[in-house]
T-cell receptor, first 115, second 111 residues
Framework: ETGVTQTPRHLVMGMTNKKSLKCEQH?????MYWYKQSAKKPLELMFV???????ENNSVPSRFSPECPNSSHLFLHLHTLQPEDSALYLC??????????????FGNGTRLTVT | DAKTTQPPSMDCAEGRAANLPCNHS???????VYWYRQIHSQGPQYIIH???NNETNEMASLIITEDRKSSTLILPHATLRDTAVYYC????????????FGGGTRLMVKP
């Protein structure tokens, strides 16, 4: 148990569907992240939220839309995806206080397949 | 963020020490070195981090060279469950949360 829970674990969707990925952290952290991990590629940072405010959008296409209603929950809304968007989507959290260190805690991801 | 370089793969015999190197020659003075690992079908797991001094915890030891341009993660007695991809990354304190993961090292622990 990592303290970061992602649902669903697996998702298959068509290119015209709309779906959402959910992430919840039980660690009392104030920063949350979305990463994408495609087959045989490094993890790519997509979005960062600090204190519920989006502080980073790493040139992600608009078909991915994040939402952070509070510091414990993070969503990734998906619409009109492409097959190349099939990947493992990972959520992470950390405690950002300007401290010297703040390790990321990851969930186990949602395996997304776009057909 | 500074860039890191790691060998793509390594083998280690079960019970022996696994020494995983990482080069970060462009590291800045206030950037920390972090190590994570990812076991198949799971999210990355934090292992250890350090700035200048060597560090040890229940999982591993981290040796950072005096010039801070490279580091080594040591798993003292590798087990089959340590088979994973190990990532070395650097991060600036008080930074804007940018963490860049490279390709990592795929460690295979063999019986």
């Amino acid at each position: 148990e990592t303290g970061v829970t992602q649902t669903p674990r697996h998702l298959v969707m068509g290119m015209t569907n709309k779906k959402s990925l959910k992430c919840e952290q039980h660690l009392g952290h104030n920063a949350m992240y979305w990463y994408k991990q495609s087959a045989k590629k490094p993890l790519e940072l997509m979005f960062v939220y600090n204190f519920k405010e989006q502080t980073e959008n790493n040139s992600v296409p608009s078909r991915f839309s994040p939402e952070c209603p509070n510091s414990s929950h993070l969503f990734l809304h998906l619409h009109t995806l492409q097959p190349e968007d099939s990947a493992l989507y990972l959520c992470a959290s950390s405690q950002e206080q300007g401290q010297a260190y703040s390790p990321l805690h990851f969930g186990n991801g949602t395996r997304l397949t776009v057909t | 963020d500074a860039k890191t370089t790691q060998p793509p793969s390594m083998d280690c015999a079960e019970g022996r020490a696994a020494n995983l190197p990482c080069n970060h020659s462009t590291i800045s003075g206030n950037e920390y070195v972090y190590w994570y690992r990812q076991i198949h079908s799971q999210g990355p797991q934090y292992i250890i981090h350090g700035l200048k001094n060597n560090e040890t915890n229940e999982m591993a030891s981290l040796i950072i060279t005096e010039d801070r341009k490279s580091s080594t993660l040591i798993l003292p007695h590798a087990t089959l469950r340590d088979t994973a991809v190990y990532y070395c990354i650097v991060r600036v304190d008080n930074a804007g949360n940018m963490l860049t993961f490279g390709g990592g090292t795929r460690l295979m622990v063999k019986p």
